[in-house]
């Protein structure tokens, strides 16, 4: 008994030093000044919206980087002027706009000058869209937790000899009457990759903290043709009725817009870790910070066969 309460005497002396040692260390990061930070994915056969900020110290509390106004932002093609891209609001943020949508296999770069900041410049090639169908979508209900999900299959057919970067989102949608043009609403809905189908049974992917994105590569599938199953949350009884169709989207990316992605995700799994290593977000931008990215989308419709 005198053990025990010893080795309980000697727990609490522990634990009151490890408190008493608390202490909060601030580290100074160094800051090589304020740069101009680009954020765009350039998607095929759509106009380019690109975000031009202004970097800030890691020690200065900001919810996002200062917009830049004013900064002439020029697109080529291939090497060429095609525009200079205009400044407006679009959903209470700052982006510049170009007039004309890009088109699959051509370099853009997007140069950048703004008062006072080095000029930045960045660039992509826009991938080709990739070739997917839906096959099959079943509603089904969990009873034990009165939860609605759909079950979707669709093939994937990866071209061969080169490495093909995806993302895959999901969205709900409705056709009010079996004559009626569908409705697509983009609010991207919860889901998660049921099985791979290729020789090596294996398929890594990773997505974002809500489950509503996959990004994937075709490292264990190159050339194959592909067969994916997904089970998508519906929610509720009223969101399967109201959603009779799902709109799954896949999205060829380049390479540096993978890399962009992929670099952000565990920059933000390691956030509250102040163990975990540093992660270095993936930069194309010459002088500056962010990403130029090319992508090329493919949505299609499939109907609910129940």
Known sequence: MKILQNNIFLSVVLMMSLVACEQNINIDLPYSGDKIVVNAILTKDSLVYARVTKGAPTDKD???????SGAKVDLYENGILKE??????YKNKRFYISSTPVKTGLRYDLKITATGLKNVEGSDVIPEKPFFVPVELIKQRDIKNNLYYGKLKFKIKDPAGVKNYY?????????????????????ALDFKIDNFVDQGGFFAAFGDDMNRVDYFTDETFDGQEITLTATVDLYSQHSAMEFNALAPELTQLSRSA???????????????????????????????????????????????SN
């Open 167 to 187: 993302r895959l989102r999901i969205y709900p949608s409705r056709f009010a009457t079996p004559l009626t043009k569908n409705t697509v609403y983009y609010n």
């Open 258 to 304: 993978y890399l962009y992605f992929d670099s952000k995700r565990k920059q933000n799994q390691n956030e509250e870790n102040p163990f975990a290593e540093a992660v270095v977000v993936y930069n194309n931008i010459q002088n500056g910070f962010g990403i130029v990215g090319g992508a090329a989308d493919s949505l299609a419709i499939i109907r609910s």
């Open 84 to 89: 200079t891209l205009g400044d407006r609001l």
């Open 62 to 68: 900001v919810s996002s980087f200062e917009e830049i």
